[in-house]
């Protein structure tokens, strides 16, 4: 199941440009798997979303 945490300004206005923070986990990428190498997969982490 994912899990996802956001957090939103208290006083946010229309037009505003304001800055949304958020943390999504999902079961299939846990930062612990292991590649062909036995080398651990580093996470995918997004680190910019933009939304108009």
């Known amino acids: 199941m994912t ?3 956001i957090n939103v300004p208290a006083k946010a ?3 505003e ?3 949304i923070k958020t ?3 999902h ?3 846990s930062g612990y798997r292991v590649g062909l190498n036995g ?3 580093p996470r995918d982490i997004i ?3 933009i939304c108009t």
């Open 47 to 49: 680190d910019t979303f």
């Open 13 to 15: 206005k229309r037009g």
């Open 3 to 5: 899990r996802a945490l």
């Open 23 to 25: 943390l999504i986990q």
């Open 39 to 41: 080398a651990l997969i």
């Open 27 to 29: 079961p299939m990428d």
């Open 17 to 19: 440009i304001i800055e």
